[in-house]
Nanobody, 120 residues
């Protein structure tokens, strides 16, 4: 129901664009978020966008470098990641929630994750 792709290996300072395709049933009325989990760490919030796309939210660690957006016609949410740092290395998950949230427990639909590795 949620499928994320676009991860890969990139050098520090580089860019990647993640995409997440969702079923219309999930996508249409939900806020969408990107969350990540680094090795040995818990899952953390990265960015969220409300159902209309009019409001976005970011973790302080990615603000100014990452941009979340959604295409309602394609039922797809994107995460444009620029100026990547080694500490951005993690598995990135897209998820859906009833409303935009920074809390991982508010997300009730999750994709399978895509690996992002940033080399120094």
């Amino acid at each position: 129901q949620l499928q994320a792709f676009g991860g890969g290996l990139v050098q520090a300072g580089g860019s990647l664009r993640l995409s997440c395709a969702a079923s219309g049933r999930i996508f249409s009325g939900s806020a969408m978020g990107w969350l990540r989990q680094a090795p040995g760490e818990g899952r953390e919030f990265v960015a969220a966008i409300n159902w209309s796309g009019g409001s976005t939210y970011y973790a302080d660690s990615v603000k100014g470098r990452f941009t979340i957006s959604r295409d309602r016609a394609k039922n797809t949410v994107y995460l444009q990641m620029n100026s990547l740092k080694p500490e951005d290395t993690a598995i990135y998950y897209c998820a859906a929630a009833p409303k935009s949230s920074r809390a991982t427990y508010d997300y009730n639909y999750w994709g399978q994750g895509t690996q992002v590795t940033v080399s120094s």
